[in-house]
């Protein structure tokens, strides 16, 4: 299992370019989400997907759009990039409530926008 | 104020203990975890503690759960310079949410 995968690896925009990145997991489960990791802020959810054909709003959306493909990928739009939209991007899943409910996560997208 | 609670650095030599500290405030909170960021890298469980334990020992890590004052603590054994890296508190989502609370992160660095 290659759990979960994330592309591109590393990006530099121009200010008002646009952007997806891809997120995919192999390990059937319902639940997606993608993060964004700024120094000494921790991590900030920015979108989740409770389940196939459902997202909602985490705690710092606004600039950003998703699409559930499909069970297995996630994407995140980023329409017309921001020097704030500068840092490291994180896709995770998780098992459903009930279980343990680990959250795994991609090796992260490091973006710079200029 | 945020709802998991991490002080940010810590910094020992290696070969002494580690201990990381985590106040939570959710005590509906099934599981409660510790994640390992290493640098370049996402984060992944380290280790995680059923709600109705007191403590959790796996190999060097030593997990221990004060329900009454939610406090939570990561305790590293004889710290190696391979364990610097990020630590991340985290609960589970509280009833009827998807979304786990994470703390800020302790960034442990270990020195010779």
């Known amino acids: 299992n290659a759990g979960v995968t994330q592309t591109p690896k590393f990006q530099v925009l121009k200010t008002g370019q646009s952007m997806t990145l891809q997120c995919a997991q192999d390990?059937?489960?319902?639940?997606m989400y993608w993060y964004r990791q700024d120094p000494g802020m921790g991590l900030r959810l920015i979108y989740y997907s409770a389940s196939e054909g459902t997202t909602d709003k985490g705690e710092v959306p606004n600039g950003y759009n998703v699409s559930r493909l499909n069970k297995r990928e996630f994407s995140l739009r980023l329409e017309s990039a921001a020097p704030s939209q500068t840092s490291v991007y994180f896709c995770?899943?998780?098992?459903?409530?009930?279980?343990?409910?680990?959250?795994?996560f991609g090796p992260g997208t490091r973006l710079t926008v200029t | 104020g945020e709802d998991v609670e991490q002080s940010l650095f810590l910094s020992v030599r290696e070969g002494d203990s580690s201990v990381i500290n985590c106040t939570y405030t959710d005590s509906s909170s099934t599981y409660l975890y510790w994640y390992k960021q290493e640098p370049g890298a996402g984060l992944q469980l380290l280790t995680y503690i059923f709600s109705n334990m007191d403590m959790k020992q796996d190999q060097r890590l030593t997990v221990l759960l004060n329900k009454k004052d939610k406090h939570l603590s990561l305790r590293i054994a004889d710290t190696q310079t391979g364990d610097s890296a990020i630590y991340f508190c985290?609960?589970?989502?509280?009833?009827?949410?998807?979304?786990?609370?994470f703390g800020r992160g302790t960034s442990l660095i270990v020195h010779p």
């Open positions: 390990m059937n489960h319902n639940s």
């Open positions: 985290a609960e589970t989502p509280p009833p009827g949410s998807y979304i786990p609370t």
């Open positions: 995770a899943s998780s098992e459903d409530p009930g279980s343990s409910y680990e959250q795994y």
